[in-house]
């Protein structure tokens, strides 16, 4: 049986791959990116089993980076026939843009990774599923940028996008369009091979933000939201209205994804929640925007832990304690929103997993947590 009457927010995050599934009070389930196989084969048992349903309001795909797309693919097949609408970032299906880059990287470069998170033979066959899977379901893909618009989903749950404006949103499709070769050009290889085309666009750019309304209960997911995109919707007249309750913190927990008017968004009601990213040359969260999200959350989680996950060798002290408050669910400081009353074995909670339950009137009514469930008073 279907589990009702909650707003959810269940967030998956490894160390390299993010996977959001939103529960909603009346209607079936949403999937916002998923960047890893296993946890694909996981979101899907536990919407099909933990929530029980076993289809989707929609699936979506925030940005084309493969730490949030490598999973698409095993959703896709697991929701076929079953899923009520795909969400995509600008310039992923207007005019088969993208479509263009990707067949010219195909043709030409099949062993060079341009960017090994945005152009990979991975990334590739990731789109390519969800292309093919829109078309299969005869699916129009929404944009998800500011014009999107209030979707409603189910009775009383409003989805706005803030990000990326208009502006933001036509600068990311143009740069795509300047290193999408014509049709034409792609059915002639010896002018596919001497063309010169511009390096693709930062991913980031296309990243969506997304507010979620139920009643007097407020989510905003940041993505992988970068600062230059947040002052970008801000001078074209962006603003935040409210106090979030839950807040999926942008980019990782990068100091570049911290933006004031979200700190201002904050308070002593709100969950912060952190995915950790473990690759590259600078692993996140980074220690002074930890710090900052610390001071205006109520409190705070990360989604993994691990030595190999998050890189507390660069950190200072508070930011280690403030790393170690994150991770347990006991130790709630006091002061913060709610007093955490009972630690209780949950199972179907992924080792990686946050997840918030919300009532009507915003503070988390449950939390899960790497395995265990805290309920609040």
Excluded at 116 to 139: C, H, P, T, Y
Excluded at 275 to 290: F, I, M, Q, V
Excluded at 324 to 329: F, I
Excluded at 335 to 364: E, R, Y
Aim: charged residues 25%.
């Amino acid at each position: 049986m279907a589990r009702r009457g909650f707003l959810g927010l269940h967030v998956i995050g490894c160390g390299f791959g993010e996977c959001i599934i939103l529960e909603f009070p009346n209607s079936a389930p949403a999937i916002i990116d998923c960047g890893d196989v296993e946890v694909a084969v996981f979101a899907t048992g536990f919407v099909k089993h933990e929530l029980g349903w076993d289809e989707l309001s929609f699936l979506a795909a925030t940005h084309p980076h493969r730490d949030h797309v490598e999973g698409m693919n095993i959703l896709c097949g697991a929701f076929q026939g079953k899923c009520g609408g795909v969400w995509v970032f600008p310039g992923f299906y207007v005019g088969k843009v993208f479509d263009r880059f990707i067949r010219w990287v195909e043709l030409v470069k099949p062993d060079e990774e341009i960017d090994e998170n945005f152009v990979s033979r991975n990334v590739m066959r990731e789109w390519r599923g969800l292309v093919d899977f829109a078309n299969q379901e005869k699916i129009v893909p929404r944009e998800m940028c500011e014009g999107l618009g209030v979707i409603q989903v189910g009775e009383g749950v409003e989805i706005t996008c803030l990000l990326p404006c208009g502006l933001t949103a036509d600068t990311f499709r143009n740069a795509l369009s300047n290193c999408a070769p014509a049709e034409e050009t792609l059915k002639d290889r010896a002018a596919a091979d001497n063309l010169k085309l511009s390096p693709p666009p930062r991913a980031n750019l296309a990243s969506s933000a997304l507010v979620i309304r139920w009643d007097k209960t407020n989510l905003l997911l940041c993505g992988d939201c970068e600062l230059p995109a947040w002052k970008e919707w801000e001078k074209a007249g962006g603003k935040l209205l409210g106090e979030f309750h839950g807040l999926k913190i942008g980019h990782h927990g990068s100091d570049n994804g911290v933006f004031q008017t979200v700190l201002n968004s904050v308070g002593h009601k709100t969950c912060g929640i952190i995915t950790p990213y473990s690759r590259g040359k600078r692993p996140l969260p980074d220690d002074e925007a930890l710090e900052q999200y610390s001071k205006c959350c109520g409190f705070l989680r990360v989604t993994a832990k691990a030595g190999a996950v998050v890189d507390e060798t660069r950190w200072g002290e508070n930011a280690k304690a403030q790393l170690g408050a994150m991770c347990s669910a006991i130790a709630e400081p006091e002061g913060a929103a709610t007093t955490l009353l009972k630690l209780v074995p949950k199972a179907g909670i992924h080792q990686n997993q946050v997840s918030l339950l919300f009532g009507k009137d915003g503070p988390s009514i449950e939390q899960h947590c790497g395995g265990a469930t805290v309920r609040v008073v």
